[in-house]
């Protein structure tokens, strides 16, 4: 009879620790386990392309930015201060993922650091030490997708304040009864826009893009100021008018017509 019990109370014993091993070891199990695809948004989310929002703005009605986002780590930013200026500030940089992959550092070649929690279709941007910003104006730090990746590259020809450096082969510096203003033209991605100054006189009108990097300009007009030197600022006119392609590299722009020698050649204008 005790060696009966001596044998249940064994086998009792058994069960019972072999039950706390098999938990511990599904404790440890659950402890070690990764996040999930769907707690990590660089691997599950669609994230490339290009997001746009108003952020606030203490000095202006706000800052009009885009963010576009590649694979390979590269970012562009560009921001219009609204109600101060309409020159598109442009700065290319480089991304970089959290351990958790869920958020993104993008720093700029001129030292600045943003961070965005990256979510369906939007990127929130956070603060300096990458917390969630509250309050009234929260809503406003959300930039929404506007664009799938296979639009960044005409991304990175429309929205950019594109600086006259040379017109038909000649250097082109400020106009001299321009008071210092520049010669330049932003396309606008919103209704296919062209804006911009001949260095005198504003101007605007429409624009075309085709495949094959070909563009044409129409419906041109612009302001009647009468300046001295304006052989340069109607020159420039007459190859917006002219020209059928570009060739973009980089910050660099060139207009060409019939892919002969360029008509003029641009540069992109970066936030300092």
Not at 218 to 245: H, I, K, N, W
């Amino acid at each position: 009879m005790k060696n009966q019990v001596t044998a249940l109370f064994f086998m009792l014993f058994m069960l019972f620790t072999s039950g706390c091993a098999h938990y511990a070891q599904s404790g440890d199990a659950a402890a070690a386990r990764p996040v999930s695809a769907g707690d990590n948004s660089m691997v599950s989310l669609d994230w490339e392309g290009v997001y746009r929002g108003v952020l606030p703005c203490a000095d202006c009605r706000g800052i009009e930015t885009e963010v576009t986002v590649e694979q390979g780590g590269r970012a562009i930013v560009r921001r219009t201060y609204a109600g101060k200026s309409e020159r598109v500030f442009t700065e290319e940089g480089r991304l970089t993922w959290d351990a958790k992959g869920r958020t993104i550092a993008i720093r700029l070649k001129d030292g600045d650091v943003s961070h965005y929690l990256v979510g369906e279709n939007r990127l929130v941007m956070l603060d300096r030490e990458g917390n969630r910003i509250t309050g009234q104006l929260a809503e406003r730090y959300i930039l929404r997708k506007i664009a799938h990746p296979a639009f960044v590259p005409a991304a990175s020809l429309g929205e950019t304040y594109w600086k006259l450096i040379e017109l038909n082969g000649h250097p082109v510096g400020p106009h001299p009864g321009g008071k210092g203003r520049e010669a330049h033209m932003i396309l606008k991605n919103a209704g296919s826009r062209v804006e911009g100054s001949g260095g005198c006189n504003r101007f605007f009108g429409s624009y075309a893009l085709k495949p094959g990097n070909r563009i044409r300009f129409y419906g041109l007009g612009s302001s009647m100021m009468a300046c001295p030197g304006m052989d340069s600022e109607a020159a420039f006119f007459r190859v917006l008018e002219t020209a059928d392609s570009y060739a973009l590299d980089g910050d660099r722009l060139q207009l060409h017509k019939a892919r002969m020698a360029p008509l003029a050649r641009f540069e992109a204008v970066y936030l300092k």
